[in-house]
């Protein structure tokens, strides 16, 4: 997706969709110009994180695929191409608030797929926990729009992928892989994910899902 069609998109989500949830109930004394320093390096953490998380889980699903995990590889899969749509709507806000974009060189160890999960389980918590509600509330105090769609995108994805991964563990500690869904649809504009069936329009982005990336073997 081209830098253009991305801010596009960002800013007309800005229009429509109003994140309240992690507004601070009392006033923040902070400089605007320091909360938008501030909020300008979460952005940048964001985009590291999300690209990292994006070469993780593509290897994870590389390493799934090895162990004879299919439907765990897809998820995998999926994800990874997830993450890599909030790394690049992060990117889309860093380059339209004149930022520079950090060179990352992911850092990451592969283990066998059942540690894999709990760290993907891991990973995904703290996000949804700690890391994207303290980025919202900085990017609401410097009122800053396109941070505040883009991180939301990322934010209300993490809190689907979690329940995938502790299901995907679930099925390997039963030994029962092969009940995991074997399709998985990603939002091209936010990333969302859906398993199975997709819904005619993104619950996140209002994305129609003829635009969807449907993922059913690894080269998709």
Request: hydrophobic share 35%; net charge positive; with cysteine.
């Amino acid at each position: 997706m081209k830098k253009t069609s991305i801010v596009t998109v960002l800013a007309a989500a800005a229009i429509i969709v109003v994140f309240q949830s992690f507004k601070s109930n009392s006033p923040v004394k902070t400089e605007t110009k320091d909360a938008n320093a501030i909020s300008f390096q979460n952005m940048q953490d964001a985009f590291k994180g999300e690209t990292t998380a994006s070469a993780k889980y593509a290897a994870y699903s590389k390493k799934a695929e090895e162990e004879g995990f299919h439907e765990i590889a897809l998820l995998f899969n999926a994800a990874s191409k997830s993450e890599k749509i909030h790394a690049t709507n992060h990117k889309a806000v860093l380059l339209e608030g004149g930022q520079t974009v950090p060179v990352i060189t992911p850092e990451f160890s592969v283990k066998l797929t059942k540690e894999n999960l709990k760290d993907a389980i891991a990973g995904e918590g703290y996000e949804i926990s700690t890391m994207y509600p303290d980025f919202i509330t900085n990017a609401n105090t410097a009122k800053n729009q396109f941070a505040l769609v883009s991180l939301n995108y990322a934010y209300k994805t993490e809190q689907k992928h979690k329940p995938f991964y502790e299901k995907a563990l679930a099925a390997l500690e039963r030994n029962n892989v092969k009940s995991l869904p074997t399709v998985y649809y990603v939002c091209p504009t936010c990333g969302n994910t859906y398993d199975t069936t997709a819904p005619k329009r993104c619950g996140i982005s209002m994305t129609s899902s003829e635009k969807f990336i449907k993922i059913t073997n690894l080269n998709s």
